[in-house]
């Protein structure tokens, strides 16, 4: 079996569209949320590539000056362009749409402890409604403290047995994963994409950490980074993911087929894929 751990549900990729795809590229499931801005272009991977050097270097304290400076105002600004980011992301619209399709898409809330509403109210809608499988935040655009405003958030999560996938940004507020950890000790907490800004620098944390996990999503990766990854951590706490539909962007159009191979060229048993692809996922959920 293949989950993808971290997918975005957008009007670019409709949920008839993400079902398709999945079923050429052999996904058997999708973990879904709603977008948290507005469409922005691909990157390019020149500055992908820049970015990656930076943030696994020793210049890793640049790097995250530079990534946290993209987020002004609420907004994404690239070169010069800005993006609204979402305030409050539109989980009606997706918990609807995971529900037409409950045997491939699973619903995370995306949830931003800073929104307009109490994040536990917004929790308690959302589990009222649909079969919430998990809680999706992003303190890198919602710019708010993760030991501080994610605790009430994070305690919930724990009391229900719901993984909370979290987005960190650069700054010591943003970023401060482990004083959220020590707080709410057994709190299954995914960090997206291996724990960018930070990277390797803190991929130490899993030793310390049960119910750490990780997950190899978006092109802010590459081979040689998930590769790095699995070396240092092994593959019991590692996600198979995409970020689309980010991450299925390629100039041949949406395809899932790249970063299933970061996973299948791994050298490693074939049984520990499996864990990557699924089986890590599974047990977070209780399977």
Excluded at 164 to 171: A, E, F
Excluded at 213 to 240: E, I, Q, T, W
Aim: charged share 25%; with cysteine; proline share 8%.
């Amino acid at each position: 079996m293949i989950i993808d751990s971290h997918a975005h549900l957008e009007e670019e990729i409709p949920a008839e569209k993400v079902i398709a795809l999945m079923d050429r590229d052999g996904i058997d499931r999708a973990v879904v949320f709603a977008p948290v801005m507005e469409p922005v272009p691909s990157t390019p991977e020149g500055t992908l590539a820049f970015f990656r050097f930076l943030l696994t270097s020793p210049l890793n304290a640049l790097g995250r000056k530079l990534y946290n400076g993209f987020v002004k105002q609420g907004n994404l600004e690239v070169k010069g362009q800005a993006y609204r980011i979402f305030k409050d992301p539109d989980n009606e619209s997706v918990g609807r749409e995971a529900g037409r399709f409950p045997d491939r898409l699973s619903f995370y809330a995306f949830i931003n402890p800073k929104g307009s509403q109490d994040p536990l109210d917004v929790l308690e809608e959302c589990r009222s409604k649909f079969d919430v499988k998990g809680v999706k935040t992003h303190a890198w655009f919602h710019e708010f403290d993760v030991r501080e405003d994610l605790l009430p958030l994070g305690n919930r999560c724990r009391d229900l047995g719901l993984p909370l996938l979290i987005h960190l940004g650069g700054s010591p507020a943003t970023g401060d994963i482990e004083g959220l950890l020590a707080r709410c000790p057994g709190l299954s907490v995914i960090l997206a994409h291996v724990g960018i800004p930070y990277f390797k620098r803190i991929w130490h944390l899993l030793d310390r950490y049960p119910d750490l996990h990780m997950d190899l999503s978006g092109p802010y990766l590459n081979p040689r980074l998930v590769n790095a990854a699995v070396r240092a951590l092994g593959s019991r706490r590692l996600l198979f993911g995409t970020d689309a539909p980010y991450g299925l962007r390629t100039p041949d159009g949406y395809t899932f087929q790249p970063m299933l191979n970061w996973v299948r060229d791994l050298r490693i048993p074939d049984r520990e894929k499996d864990d990557i692809f699924s089986g890590n996922l599974l047990r977070l959920w209780g399977g």
